[in-house]
C-alpha cells in the first residue's frame, strides 16, 4: 500500500524539479524579451501545473486510503506509519518542500522580471507619446486682465 504513495510522490518532486527548470527557462527569456519563446514556456506551465494537480489528487486518494481519512495530509499519514515507513515518507517530504521552495523562490524572480519589462514597456510608450501641452495653438502671451474693471466706463 505505502509503494503507489511513495511513487506518487517521487513523481510530485520530479514534476517540480522539472517545471524548477522551465521557470529558469523562463527568467531567461524574460531578460531577452523574447515574447514568442515566452508563449512556448506559459503552455509548458500550464501543462506542468496541469500535471501536477493531478498528481496530487492522487496522493489524495492514496492517503485517504492508506489511514482511512478525508483530506489525509502526509503528515497525518507519517504519524501512522511504521518507523521505516516514516523514514521514507519524512525524506519524500523534505525533499518536496525543496523543490516546491525552489520553485516559489524561482516563480517570484520571475514575477519581478516581469514587473520590470512592464515598467520599461509602459515608460517606451510614455516617451513615445505625445504631449498634450503642446498639442494646441494657444497665445501663449496674453495681455494680463484688469483685476478691478467695473462695467461702466467712468471717464464718460
Known amino acids: 500500500m505505502s509503494k503507489p504513495l511513495l511513487e506518487t510522490l517521487d513523481q510530485l518532486i520530479q514534476l517540480h524539479q522539472d517545471f ?3 521557470a529558469e527557462e523562463k527568467a531567461d527569456v524574460l531578460k531577452n524579451k ?3 519563446e ?4 506559459l503552455k509548458k506551465e500550464q501543462t506542468y501545473v496541469a500535471a501536477i494537480q493531478t498528481l496530487e489528487k492522487r496522493r489524495m486518494e492514496q492517503a485517504s486510503s492508506f489511514i482511512s481519512k478525508d483530506n489525509a495530509t502526509l503528515a ?3 504519524e501512522e506509519a511504521e518507523p521505516l515507513l516514516k523514514q521514507h515518507l519524512e525524506q519524500k517530504r523534505d525533499e518536496l518542500i525543496l523543490a516546491v521552495a525552489n520553485l516559489a ?4 524572480l520571475n514575477r519581478e522580471l516581469t514587473i520590470t519589462s512592464l515598467q520599461f514597456v509602459n515608460m517606451t510608450i510614455n516617451m513615445l507619446r505625445p504631449k ?3 498639442m494646441n495653438y ?4 496674453r495681455k494680463p486682465q484688469r483685476m478691478n474693471q467695473s462695467m461702466f466706463d467712468s471717464r464718460t
Not at 494657444?138 to 502671451?141: C, L, Q, Y
Open 34 to 36: 523574447d515574447v514568442s
Open 105 to 108: 523562490q524561482q516563480n517570484e
Open 38 to 41: 515566452l508563449q512556448v514556456i
Open 20 to 22: 524548477l527548470k522551465v
Open 138 to 141: 494657444s497665445n501663449m502671451k
Open 76 to 78: 497525518d499519514i507519517i
Open 132 to 134: 498634450n501641452d503642446t
